[in-house]
């Protein structure tokens, strides 16, 4: 059982001011890395990934096989939380968007989303360095070049809320 504090200690709430929809979309397209939650027990189950924003949809590629992808095909309900901030913390923001996981099935959406894909990644060498695939690498399909199989999901957004420093 919590203690109560006397009355002169008590915390004051302090609300962050809430980002607009244009800020929260300006900050989904100028992050690379996000992090998901998924439902486990006996505790949730979050990992650091790479999303790709394009248009108003979050895009992931998972292996077929692992953690996450079981925890997801149990149950596709999300959170995934992106963030920025400035080396002294001073100013900083923060997106939270909750929803559903799916397959991208559809063979024109999958295409367009793997090309749009291969030229977000550019010359980093993380996913390409995990997909096999050689740095200098340029205008490849990585998804489709690579010799792991991957699942493309996609986030189907049922609630989105954004906070900032000022």
Known sequence: MQEQLPREYEIKRFDLPDMTHREMDDLLKSQLLCRITFHDEPYP????MEYYYFGDTIYFHFTMTGKKIELMNKNPNVTVEVDWYDDLLTDYKSVILKGRLFPVDNADERNTVNVAMAS??????GIKSILRIPVGSKGVDYLSAS??????????????TGKKAH
């Open 45 to 48: 189950y979050t990992v650091p």
């Open 120 to 125: 977000h990644v550019h010359n980093r060498a």
């Open 147 to 160: 010799n792991i199989p991957l699942k493309l999901l996609k986030l189907e957004v049922k609630e989105m």
